[in-house]
């Protein structure tokens, strides 16, 4: 079984970087045809895809978010990570590691609040 964990600051400054990393267990991120990728929700608001890094690390960003997102893996240490640059309190959310195939979200993590604010 699958299994996410992320992890990161819980409040970061405006125009900051939010860093967050995502340990995954239970399976390998290198797995073909799996991608890992980054969803938030803001309080009140639906869910909102940021972007994936694939299994054989092409990354794909949200387009409106484009500009501010990086996501990046660790191979050795099964591990990949979101930085958003230049955050407002709008970025605050709850943000979730997943794990995608096919367009279908199979594997989430738990969570972890992230509130911008100074």
């Known amino acids: 079984q699958v299994q996410l964990q992320e992890s990161g600051p819980g409040l970061v400054k405006p125009s900051q970087t939010l860093s967050l990393t995502c340990t995954v267990s239970?399976?390998?991120?290198?797995?073909?045809?799996?991608?890992w990728g980054w969803i938030r929700q803001p309080p009140g608001k639906g869910l909102e895809w940021m972007g994936v890094?694939?299994?054989?690390?092409?990354?794909y960003y949200s387009p409106s978010l484009k500009s501010r997102t990086s996501i990046s893996r660790d191979t050795s240490k099964n591990q990949f990570f979101l930085q958003l640059s230049s955050v407002t309190p709008e970025d605050t959310a709850v943000y979730y590691c997943?794990?995608?195939?096919?367009?279908?979200?199979?594997?989430w993590g738990q969570g972890t609040q992230v509130t911008v604010s100074s």
């Open positions: 997943a794990a995608q195939k096919y367009g279908t979200t199979n594997y």
């Open positions: 239970g399976g390998s991120i290198t797995t073909s045809y799996y991608a």
């Open positions: 890094i694939a299994y054989d690390g092409r990354t």
